[in-house]
């Protein structure tokens, strides 16, 4: 099992471009998060999904988006970069809401 | 509103002296808390899970405690590669993380 896995490891992007991190997970979880972590800083919930088609927002939605078609990946979209999204991003996946969460190696994004 | 509050952010300790690290929560119903290890540039890694207040769990050199208001991740004759960010989630309505206690261990 390769677990959680996330593409790009490290990018650059300009202000007002476009792009989305890719996240798979080969556990059968029906629960993904997206997380980002800034430095000195707790992880924040961006969306969440608890099973193909169904998503939700957490606690820092804005300037993102999600979708989820398979069970297995849920990528994250961002729409018209912004420095403030300067960031390590981080997807997660669990079994159920209440159990363990497991962590992809993170998205560095660097927004100029 | 949920919160996490880890203490302290940094500790420096030398090989074999054994500490503790704090985490400090408010949850309206706590359905689970959740210990991580995080090396620098990678994603946390579970330690442990604590569901209800008196619950302990133990992994090698670590022991984690939880009562209704903290939880605490005592290390007992830490080693170097026992450094690493320690990080602790509540897991309310959502998850809550602390920011986490960067730990420091010298040979």
């Known amino acids: 099992n390769a677990g959680v896995t996330q593409t790009p490891k490290f990018r650059i992007l300009k202000i007002g471009q476009s792009m989305t991190l890719q996240c798979t997970q080969d556990?059968?979880?029906?629960?993904m998060y997206w997380y980002r972590q800034d430095p000195g800083m707790g992880l924040k919930l961006i969306y969440y999904?608890?099973?193909?088609?169904?998503?939700d927002k957490g606690e820092v939605p804005n300037g993102y988006n999600v979708s989820r078609s398979t069970t297995e990946d849920f990528p994250l979209r961002l729409e018209l970069a912004a420095p403030s999204q300067t960031s390590v991003y981080f997807c997660?996946?669990?079994?159920?809401?209440?159990?363990?969460?497991?962590f992809g190696p993170g998205t560095r994004l660097l927004v100029l | 509103e949920d919160q996490v509050t880890q203490s302290p952010e940094a500790l420096r300790l030398q090989e074999g002296e054994s500490s503790s690290l704090n985490c400090s929560y408010t949850?309206?119903?706590?359905?689970?808390l959740f210990w991580y290890r995080q090396d620098p540039g990678k994603g946390p890694e579970f330690l442990f899970t604590?569901?209800?207040a008196g619950e302990e769990k133990e992994k090698e050199r670590l022991k984690a405690t939880l009562t209704k208001k903290e939880s605490f991740l005592h290390i007992t004759a830490p080693k170097p590669e026992d450094s690493a960010t320690y990080l602790c989630?509540?897991?309310?309505?959502?998850?809550?993380f602390g920011a986490g206690t960067r730990l420091t261990v010298k040979p």
């Open positions: 604590l569901y209800s």
């Open positions: 949850v309206s119903g706590l359905r689970g």
């Open positions: 997660a996946s669990s079994r159920t809401a209440t159990e363990t969460q497991y």
């Open positions: 989630a509540v897991r309310g309505n959502d998850m809550r």
């Open positions: 999904s608890v099973g193909a088609g169904i998503t």
């Open positions: 556990m059968n979880h029906n629960y």
